[in-house]
């Protein structure tokens, strides 16, 4: 059965271009709430550590380069197939092939600077949420 909880970050071109409040307000509007969330930026150690399942691919170097230039926005999300849903919502990696009305269409600047992130698998959801969050911050 799929799992009720994704992890997502909102990067830094996201936070930068002033879409905080419009993502939050796509995430909302598409039945999330948020279970846990947080302002924050991440060390080159978190960013590493974070993306280590992309350390053999060639954009690493520049995608922990990227994800450590300004802050985030961190957020555990609930609703029922939480993980799909929201990889949905959000849209392909590349936002040029990222389906109308996506977030990644709609805010992201380009296939490494792509505005959000979402989890891939529960697994993956329960690990990043557990990356960022201590128990008594998930509610
Ligand atoms: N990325 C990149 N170049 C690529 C593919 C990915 O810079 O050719 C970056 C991009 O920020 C992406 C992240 O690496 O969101 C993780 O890649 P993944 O394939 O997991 O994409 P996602 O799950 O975020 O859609
Ligand atoms: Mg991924």
Known sequence: ????????MIKPDGVANGHIGAILEKINGAGF???AMKYTRLSTEDAKSFYAIHKER?????LVEYMTSGPIVAAILEKDNAV??????????NPKEAAP??????????IAAN???????????AIEGAFHFSGREIF
């Not at 059965?1 to 997502?8: E, I």
């Not at 060639?58 to 520049?62: A, L, N, R, T, V």
């Not at 849903?85 to 849209?91: A, K, S």
């Open 33 to 35: 709430t948020i279970k």
């Open 115 to 125: 505005a959000v992130h979402g989890s891939d698998s529960d697994e993956n959801a």
């Open 1 to 8: 059965m799929a799992g009720k909880r994704t992890f997502t």
């Open 58 to 62: 060639p954009f690493y170097g520049e």
């Open 84 to 93: 799909e849903d929201f990889r949905t919502l959000i849209g392909a990696t």
């Open 101 to 110: 009305g996506t977030i990644r269409a709609l805010y992201a600047e380009s």
